[in-house]
């Protein structure tokens, strides 16, 4: 078993509704890229790179609400418990979900699962379930349902928060099946992905 991580982009500042959008173009991309794959114009490699593309943005926005002063770490350990309610992850493994920090990146690392049956079709449906509870949470939030009564912000940014650790657990789980089942070296996508983050200006080397 192994971790992918993926760092903060401590170059932005990005705000809750402008990474929403964004996770909205990701997902579109992922979705043009598997389309490709099934016509036999697209590779594996550039699902992969999208994956990672989604995966990150999904992490910003878990940095965006730390610095709001949530404790995301709360969240993620309500994740571990449902993973390991569902026996997707061993108890002894719980320690292996966190913040983490290497000196020069803030990460949120998340673990290789025990799931079998997992599919690029099942993790794109379960990727588009849980972008549903997020828009579902948002707009009960700001009222835009029609609702008199709006839940309070610390429910909805729970909500909001597991839905996103739903989706970056799918995305970090199919870059292990595509090593697992197409040979893709995670680690070298993920350095390349980085390398891409400092050059587009996202991510600075200097320590964060």
């Given amino acids: 078993m192994e971790n992918l991580a993926l760092p903060k982009l401590n170059a932005l500042s990005p705000t809750l509704d402008s990474t929403l959008?964004?996770?909205m173009e990701e997902i579109g991309e992922l979705s043009e890229q598997l389309e490709l794959l099934e016509e036999g114009e697209g590779s594996i490699s550039s699902v992969a790179e999208e994956l990672l593309d989604l995966a990150q943005t999904v992490i910003t926005l878990m940095f965006v609400f730390e610095k709001e002063g949530i404790r995301v770490q709360e969240w993620l350990d309500d994740h571990i418990e449902k993973l390991i309610e569902k026996k997707y992850l061993k108890p002894e493994r719980r320690d292996e979900i966190l913040l983490k920090s290497d000196g020069k990146y803030q990460y949120i690392s998340l673990p290789q699962l025990?799931?079998?049956g997992v599919t690029l079709d099942k993790t794109l449906r379960n990727i588009n379930k849980a972008m549903g509870r997020l828009a579902q949470a948002r707009g009960k939030f700001r009222g835009m349902n029609g609702e008199n009564?709006?839940?309070k912000s610390s429910e909805v940014n729970k909500i909001m928060?597991?839905?996103?650790l739903h989706v970056a657990q799918c995305?970090?789980?199919m870059m292990y099946v595509l090593k697992n089942q197409y040979g893709v070296n995670i680690k070298e996508i993920v350095e390349r992905h980085l390398e891409k983050?400092?050059?587009?200006?996202y991510l600075s080397s200097k320590v964060s």
Avoid: V, W
């Fill in 21 to 23: 959008l964004k996770m």
């Fill in 197 to 201: 983050l400092e050059r587009k200006g």
């Fill in 149 to 151: 009564c709006m839940p």
């Fill in 114 to 116: 025990n799931i079998s």
């Fill in 161 to 164: 928060g597991l839905a996103l």
């Fill in 171 to 173: 995305c970090y789980t």
